[in-house]
């Protein structure tokens, strides 16, 4: 009985578990935790998309606003340099195509000059305009004006 005890101690040497610090415990405590973490990121990313989801605003409708416009009876032609000249029937047809004359060579300015004035400049340039924001609701700018 021993020899075969031997024997089979020798042969079967090959198919032991080989020998590894802390038994593979560490390695998967390791993903646990990496998988905790990416779960995590996941959840957050998540809420952070849903909990917006109020501030957006809604889609605007844009028909009376064309109906409006098409309402106006004006005329913009543009020279050879570019420069529109408008002509209207009265002083708000002109107007009004002076305003879309203006958005159409320089909407950015038009935007940026709209939100300063409303105090949320900084939803649109970012940190850098929390100044001017903050400014006009210290003044409280569209009570007064």
């Known amino acids: 009985m021993k020899r075969s005890r031997l024997l089979s101690d020798t042969r079967g040497s090959a198919s032991l578990p080989r020998w590894r610090p802390g038994g593979g415990r560490v390695l998967r405590w390791v993903k646990r935790i990496l998988g905790l973490i990416v779960a995590l990121g996941l959840a957050v990313i998540g809420y952070l998309l849903i909990a917006d989801l109020p501030n957006r605003p809604a889609a605007a409708n844009l028909a009376p606003l ?40 320089d909407f950015a300015t038009i935007q940026q000059s709209l939100l300063a004035a409303r105090g949320i400049l900084a939803s649109e340039l970012g940190y850098n305009a929390i100044v001017p924001d903050y400014l006009v609701h210290l003044f409280r700018v569209r009570e007064n004006v």
């Not at 000249?85 to 958005?103: C, E, K, N, Q, Y």
């Open 66 to 105: 064309i109906m409006r416009a098409k309402t106006y009876d004006v005329r913009i032609r543009r020279d050879s340099f570019g420069v529109p000249h408008i002509r209207g029937r009265t002083d708000a047809d002109v107007a009004f195509g002076l305003g879309f004359a203006h958005s159409e060579d």
